[in-house]
Protein backbone atom coordinates (compact mmCIF):
# COMPACT_ATOMS: atom_id res chain seq x y z
CA UNK A 1 0.00 0.00 0.00
CA UNK A 2 1.25 3.33 -0.99
CA UNK A 3 2.24 5.73 1.77
CA UNK A 4 -0.73 8.38 0.40
CA UNK A 5 -3.13 5.72 0.68
CA UNK A 6 -2.22 4.73 4.27
CA UNK A 7 -2.15 8.11 5.43
CA UNK A 8 -5.70 8.18 4.17
CA UNK A 9 -6.69 5.25 5.84
CA UNK A 10 -5.27 6.22 9.37
CA UNK A 11 -7.39 9.27 8.71
CA UNK A 12 -10.54 7.89 8.00
CA UNK A 13 -10.18 5.34 11.05
CA UNK A 14 -9.24 8.28 12.99
CA UNK A 15 -12.57 10.07 11.86
CA UNK A 16 -14.51 6.49 12.20
CA UNK A 17 -14.11 6.32 15.98
CA UNK A 18 -14.37 9.97 16.86
CA UNK A 19 -17.63 9.79 15.13
CA UNK A 20 -18.61 6.55 17.10
CA UNK A 21 -16.71 7.63 20.20
CA UNK A 22 -19.28 10.77 20.28
CA UNK A 23 -22.97 9.86 20.93
CA UNK A 24 -24.68 12.47 19.67
CA UNK A 25 -23.52 11.95 16.00
CA UNK A 26 -25.04 8.71 16.60
CA UNK A 27 -28.24 9.93 17.81
CA UNK A 28 -28.57 12.92 15.31
CA UNK A 29 -27.22 10.20 12.35
CA UNK A 30 -29.95 6.90 13.37
CA UNK A 31 -31.91 8.14 16.27
CA UNK A 32 -33.13 11.37 14.55
CA UNK A 33 -34.51 10.42 11.61
CA UNK A 34 -36.43 8.02 12.23
CA UNK A 35 -38.45 10.82 14.77
CA UNK A 36 -38.79 12.84 11.57
CA UNK A 37 -40.02 10.57 9.59
CA UNK A 38 -42.60 9.84 12.39
CA UNK A 39 -43.32 13.51 12.38
CA UNK A 40 -44.00 13.83 9.04
CA UNK A 41 -45.24 10.99 8.45
CA UNK A 42 -48.31 11.35 11.18
CA UNK A 43 -48.33 14.94 11.96
CA UNK A 44 -48.15 16.54 8.63
CA UNK A 45 -50.84 15.27 6.75
CA UNK A 46 -52.74 17.52 4.02
CA UNK A 47 -55.73 14.61 3.56
CA UNK A 48 -58.80 15.73 4.72
CA UNK A 49 -61.15 13.42 6.04
CA UNK A 50 -65.25 13.62 7.21
CA UNK A 51 -65.47 17.26 8.34
CA UNK A 52 -68.07 17.71 10.91
CA UNK A 53 -70.86 20.36 10.13
CA UNK A 54 -74.32 21.44 11.30
CA UNK A 55 -77.62 21.48 9.39
CA UNK A 56 -80.00 24.03 9.88
CA UNK A 57 -83.19 22.91 8.04
CA UNK A 58 -85.26 25.42 8.16
CA UNK A 59 -87.73 23.62 5.32
CA UNK A 60 -89.55 20.64 6.17
CA UNK A 61 -90.52 20.05 2.38
CA UNK A 62 -89.33 17.15 0.60
CA UNK A 63 -86.91 18.81 -1.47
CA UNK A 64 -84.94 19.94 1.71
CA UNK A 65 -85.32 16.77 3.55
CA UNK A 66 -84.07 14.94 0.58
CA UNK A 67 -81.01 17.82 0.42
CA UNK A 68 -80.10 16.73 3.69
CA UNK A 69 -79.65 13.81 3.62
CA UNK A 70 -77.46 14.02 0.72
CA UNK A 71 -75.32 15.96 3.17
CA UNK A 72 -75.84 13.22 5.62
CA UNK A 73 -74.65 10.14 3.26
CA UNK A 74 -71.73 12.30 2.06
CA UNK A 75 -68.53 10.48 2.26
CA UNK A 76 -66.54 14.40 2.80
CA UNK A 77 -69.12 15.52 5.63
CA UNK A 78 -69.67 13.85 9.43
CA UNK A 79 -73.52 16.04 10.32
CA UNK A 80 -73.23 16.21 13.70
CA UNK A 81 -75.27 18.80 15.13
CA UNK A 82 -79.01 19.86 14.07
CA UNK A 83 -80.82 23.06 14.78
CA UNK A 84 -81.34 26.99 14.26
CA UNK A 85 -78.63 29.47 12.58
CA UNK A 86 -77.66 31.04 16.05
CA UNK A 87 -77.06 27.82 17.97
CA UNK A 88 -75.37 26.46 15.44
CA UNK A 89 -73.09 29.55 15.13
CA UNK A 90 -72.02 28.92 18.82
CA UNK A 91 -71.00 25.62 17.96
CA UNK A 92 -69.13 27.01 15.59
CA UNK A 93 -67.13 29.11 17.53
CA UNK A 94 -66.54 26.65 19.59
CA UNK A 95 -65.03 24.57 17.21
CA UNK A 96 -67.39 21.67 17.72
CA UNK A 97 -68.08 21.99 14.46
CA UNK A 98 -65.94 23.27 11.22
CA UNK A 99 -69.42 24.78 9.25
CA UNK A 100 -73.19 25.27 8.81
CA UNK A 101 -75.27 24.32 5.61
CA UNK A 102 -78.49 26.60 6.13
CA UNK A 103 -81.44 25.68 4.11
CA UNK A 104 -83.91 28.28 3.86
CA UNK A 105 -87.42 28.33 4.14
CA UNK A 106 -88.70 28.63 0.60
CA UNK A 107 -86.28 25.89 -0.68
CA UNK A 108 -88.95 23.17 -1.49
CA UNK A 109 -90.73 25.84 -3.68
CA UNK A 110 -87.63 27.07 -5.41
CA UNK A 111 -86.16 23.60 -6.40
CA UNK A 112 -89.62 22.51 -7.82
CA UNK A 113 -89.05 25.61 -10.11
CA UNK A 114 -85.35 24.89 -11.37
CA UNK A 115 -83.69 26.94 -8.48
CA UNK A 116 -83.02 25.79 -4.43
CA UNK A 117 -79.91 28.44 -2.89
CA UNK A 118 -77.97 26.88 0.30
CA UNK A 119 -76.10 29.26 2.47
CA UNK A 120 -72.85 27.68 4.16
CA UNK A 121 -71.03 29.85 7.11
CA UNK A 122 -67.89 28.99 7.91
CA UNK A 123 -64.95 29.61 10.14
CA UNK A 124 -62.70 32.81 8.28
CA UNK A 125 -59.98 32.08 10.41
CA UNK A 126 -59.33 28.92 9.33
CA UNK A 127 -59.21 29.38 5.60
CA UNK A 128 -58.17 26.06 4.00
CA UNK A 129 -61.00 24.28 6.16
CA UNK A 130 -63.59 27.35 5.18
CA UNK A 131 -62.66 26.85 1.40
CA UNK A 132 -63.03 23.38 1.51
CA UNK A 133 -65.94 22.90 3.35
CA UNK A 134 -67.91 25.45 1.09
CA UNK A 135 -66.58 24.08 -1.98
CA UNK A 136 -67.58 20.62 -1.36
CA UNK A 137 -71.08 21.70 0.27
CA UNK A 138 -72.01 23.26 -2.96
CA UNK A 139 -70.50 19.86 -4.87
CA UNK A 140 -73.18 18.18 -2.80
CA UNK A 141 -75.87 20.25 -3.59
CA UNK A 142 -75.02 20.29 -7.27
CA UNK A 143 -74.98 16.34 -7.23
CA UNK A 144 -78.38 16.34 -5.48
CA UNK A 145 -80.31 18.86 -8.17
CA UNK A 146 -78.31 16.60 -11.14
CA UNK A 147 -79.96 13.62 -9.64
CA UNK A 148 -83.02 14.95 -9.15
CA UNK A 149 -83.15 16.71 -12.26
CA UNK A 150 -82.03 13.55 -14.55
CA UNK A 151 -84.60 11.17 -16.69
CA UNK A 152 -84.04 7.64 -15.67
CA UNK A 153 -84.78 7.08 -19.72
CA UNK A 154 -82.24 9.06 -20.76
CA UNK A 155 -78.53 7.19 -21.24
CA UNK A 156 -76.30 9.88 -20.04
CA UNK A 157 -74.41 11.62 -23.27
CA UNK A 158 -70.62 11.39 -21.11
CA UNK A 159 -69.48 9.36 -18.41
CA UNK A 160 -66.38 10.57 -17.08
CA UNK A 161 -64.53 8.23 -14.98
CA UNK A 162 -61.26 9.83 -12.98
CA UNK A 163 -58.01 8.26 -12.47
CA UNK A 164 -55.20 9.43 -10.57
CA UNK A 165 -52.17 7.73 -11.71
CA UNK A 166 -49.29 6.84 -9.29
CA UNK A 167 -51.32 7.59 -6.04
CA UNK A 168 -55.11 6.76 -6.74
CA UNK A 169 -55.75 7.34 -3.29
CA UNK A 170 -54.66 10.79 -3.49
CA UNK A 171 -52.83 9.88 -0.06
CA UNK A 172 -50.54 12.85 0.61
CA UNK A 173 -48.25 10.75 2.89
CA UNK A 174 -47.06 9.05 -0.49
CA UNK A 175 -45.63 12.47 -1.30
CA UNK A 176 -44.64 13.77 2.05
CA UNK A 177 -42.87 10.74 3.20
CA UNK A 178 -40.15 10.58 0.13
CA UNK A 179 -39.51 14.17 0.98
CA UNK A 180 -39.09 14.26 4.39
CA UNK A 181 -36.30 11.77 3.36
CA UNK A 182 -34.86 14.45 1.88
CA UNK A 183 -34.85 16.63 4.58
CA UNK A 184 -32.94 14.22 6.69
CA UNK A 185 -30.21 13.45 4.07
CA UNK A 186 -29.72 17.53 4.59
CA UNK A 187 -29.80 17.44 8.39
CA UNK A 188 -26.98 14.32 7.97
CA UNK A 189 -25.39 16.12 4.91
CA UNK A 190 -25.13 19.36 6.34
CA UNK A 191 -25.68 20.17 9.84
CA UNK A 192 -23.18 17.51 10.84
CA UNK A 193 -20.60 17.75 8.52
CA UNK A 194 -20.47 21.82 9.03
CA UNK A 195 -18.90 21.14 12.29
CA UNK A 196 -16.49 18.85 11.60
CA UNK A 197 -13.17 21.60 10.33
CA UNK A 198 -14.87 23.67 12.86
CA UNK A 199 -14.32 21.10 15.35
CA UNK A 200 -10.52 20.86 14.85
CA UNK A 201 -10.00 23.93 14.84
CA UNK A 202 -11.97 24.73 18.28
CA UNK A 203 -9.76 21.86 19.85
CA UNK A 204 -6.88 22.13 18.69
CA UNK A 205 -6.36 19.67 16.28
CA UNK A 206 -5.82 21.43 13.25
CA UNK A 207 -2.42 22.40 13.91
CA UNK A 208 -1.65 19.05 14.45
CA UNK A 209 -3.09 18.15 11.28
CA UNK A 210 -1.31 20.95 9.43
CA UNK A 211 2.02 19.33 11.12
CA UNK A 212 1.56 16.05 8.86
CA UNK A 213 2.22 15.35 4.93
CA UNK A 214 -1.31 15.08 4.82
CA UNK A 215 -2.81 17.25 1.50
CA UNK A 216 -5.55 19.05 1.74
CA UNK A 217 -7.44 17.55 -0.57
CA UNK A 218 -7.27 14.49 1.83
CA UNK A 219 -8.04 15.78 4.98
CA UNK A 220 -11.26 16.49 3.06
CA UNK A 221 -11.96 13.35 1.70
CA UNK A 222 -11.16 11.45 4.89
CA UNK A 223 -13.94 13.58 6.53
CA UNK A 224 -16.48 13.21 4.05
CA UNK A 225 -16.61 9.36 3.70
CA UNK A 226 -17.46 8.32 7.24
CA UNK A 227 -20.50 11.05 6.96
CA UNK A 228 -21.12 9.82 3.62
CA UNK A 229 -21.66 6.45 4.82
CA UNK A 230 -23.78 7.90 7.86
CA UNK A 231 -26.02 9.65 5.25
CA UNK A 232 -26.73 6.18 3.51
CA UNK A 233 -27.32 4.29 6.70
CA UNK A 234 -29.83 7.05 7.40
CA UNK A 235 -31.63 7.07 4.08
CA UNK A 236 -31.72 3.37 4.03
CA UNK A 237 -33.45 3.66 7.76
CA UNK A 238 -35.79 6.49 6.80
CA UNK A 239 -36.70 3.74 3.26
CA UNK A 240 -37.52 0.69 5.89
CA UNK A 241 -40.03 3.09 8.04
CA UNK A 242 -41.78 4.51 4.76
CA UNK A 243 -42.26 1.17 3.36
CA UNK A 244 -43.48 -0.93 6.93
CA UNK A 245 -44.82 1.58 8.77
CA UNK A 246 -46.42 4.10 6.13
CA UNK A 247 -47.08 1.43 3.47
CA UNK A 248 -45.56 4.05 0.98
CA UNK A 249 -45.21 2.17 -2.05
CA UNK A 250 -41.70 1.93 -4.29
CA UNK A 251 -42.00 1.45 -7.59
CA UNK A 252 -38.16 2.20 -8.56
CA UNK A 253 -35.01 0.16 -8.04
CA UNK A 254 -32.29 0.32 -5.44
CA UNK A 255 -29.61 1.23 -7.85
CA UNK A 256 -31.91 4.34 -8.33
CA UNK A 257 -32.07 4.74 -5.10
CA UNK A 258 -28.88 4.97 -4.20
CA UNK A 259 -27.49 7.26 -6.93
CA UNK A 260 -29.77 10.00 -6.03
CA UNK A 261 -29.27 9.65 -2.87
CA UNK A 262 -25.26 9.41 -3.29
CA UNK A 263 -25.45 12.62 -5.99
CA UNK A 264 -27.45 14.62 -3.17
CA UNK A 265 -24.88 13.91 -0.50
CA UNK A 266 -22.14 14.86 -2.42
CA UNK A 267 -23.97 18.21 -2.78
CA UNK A 268 -24.95 18.23 0.91
CA UNK A 269 -21.51 17.16 2.38
CA UNK A 270 -19.80 19.85 0.20
CA UNK A 271 -22.09 22.65 1.47
CA UNK A 272 -21.46 20.90 4.74
CA UNK A 273 -17.84 21.74 4.34
CA UNK A 274 -17.63 24.62 2.88
CA UNK A 275 -19.54 26.06 5.75
CA UNK A 276 -17.09 24.31 8.21
CA UNK A 277 -14.44 25.47 6.12
CA UNK A 278 -15.65 29.29 6.39
CA UNK A 279 -15.80 29.00 10.17
CA UNK A 280 -14.40 27.97 12.66
CA UNK A 281 -16.76 28.01 15.57
CA UNK A 282 -18.89 25.18 15.94
CA UNK A 283 -21.59 27.40 17.14
CA UNK A 284 -21.45 29.88 13.95
CA UNK A 285 -21.01 27.07 11.72
CA UNK A 286 -24.22 25.32 12.78
CA UNK A 287 -26.72 28.37 12.67
CA UNK A 288 -24.92 28.95 9.14
CA UNK A 289 -26.16 25.33 8.29
CA UNK A 290 -29.60 26.04 9.88
CA UNK A 291 -30.12 28.94 7.49
CA UNK A 292 -28.15 27.99 4.72
CA UNK A 293 -29.14 24.38 4.40
CA UNK A 294 -31.69 22.85 6.39
CA UNK A 295 -34.50 26.00 6.50
CA UNK A 296 -34.54 26.64 2.18
CA UNK A 297 -34.96 22.86 2.08
CA UNK A 298 -37.92 22.62 4.14
CA UNK A 299 -39.67 26.20 3.08
CA UNK A 300 -38.07 26.03 -0.72
CA UNK A 301 -37.86 22.81 -2.12
CA UNK A 302 -41.39 21.92 -2.67
CA UNK A 303 -41.65 19.54 0.08
CA UNK A 304 -44.63 21.00 1.73
CA UNK A 305 -45.33 24.24 -0.81
CA UNK A 306 -45.69 23.87 -4.64
CA UNK A 307 -42.91 25.60 -6.12
CA UNK A 308 -44.92 26.65 -9.02
CA UNK A 309 -47.80 28.38 -7.13
CA UNK A 310 -45.11 30.58 -5.60
CA UNK A 311 -44.45 34.20 -6.55
CA UNK A 312 -42.23 34.21 -9.81
CA UNK A 313 -39.09 35.52 -8.06
CA UNK A 314 -39.35 32.77 -5.48
CA UNK A 315 -39.35 30.10 -8.17
CA UNK A 316 -36.03 31.66 -9.46
CA UNK A 317 -34.69 31.25 -5.55
CA UNK A 318 -35.50 27.78 -5.37
CA UNK A 319 -33.33 27.32 -8.01
CA UNK A 320 -30.59 27.58 -5.89
CA UNK A 321 -31.91 25.25 -3.37
CA UNK A 322 -30.20 21.85 -4.07
CA UNK A 323 -33.12 19.75 -2.35
CA UNK A 324 -35.62 21.09 -4.98
CA UNK A 325 -33.95 18.67 -7.44
CA UNK A 326 -34.13 15.80 -4.61
CA UNK A 327 -37.62 15.80 -4.06
CA UNK A 328 -38.50 15.38 -7.23
CA UNK A 329 -36.67 12.55 -8.17
CA UNK A 330 -37.25 10.30 -4.70
CA UNK A 331 -41.29 10.81 -5.21
CA UNK A 332 -40.66 9.45 -8.54
CA UNK A 333 -38.49 6.39 -7.48
CA UNK A 334 -41.08 5.82 -5.14
CA UNK A 335 -44.46 6.49 -6.47
CA UNK A 336 -43.81 6.11 -10.40
CA UNK A 337 -40.49 3.54 -11.11
CA UNK A 338 -37.25 4.52 -12.39
CA UNK A 339 -37.41 7.71 -15.45
CA UNK A 340 -33.87 8.56 -15.82
CA UNK A 341 -34.71 10.92 -18.59
CA UNK A 342 -35.71 13.02 -15.08
CA UNK A 343 -33.23 11.37 -12.77
CA UNK A 344 -30.44 12.22 -14.81
CA UNK A 345 -30.54 15.92 -15.30
CA UNK A 346 -31.40 16.54 -11.24
CA UNK A 347 -28.74 14.26 -10.53
CA UNK A 348 -26.34 16.60 -13.05
CA UNK A 349 -27.71 19.49 -10.79
CA UNK A 350 -26.91 18.39 -7.75
CA UNK A 351 -23.29 16.95 -8.79
CA UNK A 352 -22.86 20.82 -9.99
CA UNK A 353 -23.28 22.06 -6.74
CA UNK A 354 -21.28 19.46 -5.23
CA UNK A 355 -18.47 20.53 -7.14
CA UNK A 356 -18.59 24.30 -6.53
CA UNK A 357 -19.00 23.51 -3.11
CA UNK A 358 -15.85 21.32 -2.89
CA UNK A 359 -13.91 23.56 -4.83
CA UNK A 360 -14.92 26.65 -2.11
CA UNK A 361 -13.52 24.29 0.48
CA UNK A 362 -10.45 23.46 -0.86
CA UNK A 363 -9.79 26.84 -1.97
CA UNK A 364 -10.29 28.29 1.85
CA UNK A 365 -8.68 25.16 3.32
CA UNK A 366 -4.97 26.39 3.56
CA UNK A 367 -2.33 25.05 5.35
CA UNK A 368 -1.60 28.01 7.78
CA UNK A 369 -3.08 28.54 11.07
CA UNK A 370 -4.28 32.40 10.40
Known amino acids: MSLPARRLRAMLVKETWQILRDPSTILIAFVLPVILIL????????????????????????????LAGAFRQSPWFDVVATGDVPHLKDQLVAGTIRGIVAIPQDFSRQATRGGGAIEVITDGSQPNNAAFVASYA??????????????????????????????????????????????????????????????????????????????????????????????????????????????VPFRGTVLALLAISSCYLFCALGQGLMISALSRSQYVASQIALLAAFLPSLLLSGFIYEISSAPVWVQWVTRIVPARYLIPSLQTVFLAGDDWGLFLPDMGMMLLFGAVFFGITLAKTKRRVA
Open 138 to 247: EGVRQNWAAARSARPAAAPPLDLTLRYWFNPGSISRYFLVPGAIAIVMTMIGSLLTALVLAREWERGTMEAIMATPLGMGELLVSKVVPYYVLGLGAMVTCTVVSLVLFG
Open 39 to 66: IFGYALNLDTGRTRIGISQQDGGEAAVS
